[in-house]
């Protein structure tokens, strides 16, 4: 797993994911994102319900997985990348 000489952050790997899970992936290697957040930057103002999300979360955890990387929610109740 690379990661900054500078800060020590993760410095996450280019992956191929579908576009809701890339969309995802690239706000979370970002900065940490709650759960409404992630709503509101991959489906706008439609209505979805919460169980999508977390369906989709979970299909993003396994993606990531194999490549050493997980998702936690731990600070502030807002998603995370971290390595394994």
Not at 54 to 78: D, E, F, K, S, V
Request: glycine share 8%.
């Amino acid at each position: 797993m690379k990661r900054c000489a500078t800060c020590g952050q993760i410095i996450p790997p280019d992956l191929a994911l579908g576009p809701v899970k890339q969309t995802i992936y690239n706000a979370l290697c970002k900065a940490p994102r709650t759960a409404e957040e992630l709503r509101e930057l991959v489906w706008g103002n439609r209505d979805i319900g919460w169980k999508t999300i977390h369906a989709h979360m979970w299909g993003l955890r396994r993606a990531l997985r194999p490549h050493g990387l997980a998702i936690r929610n731990r600070w502030r109740g807002a998603y995370h990348l971290v390595s394994l």
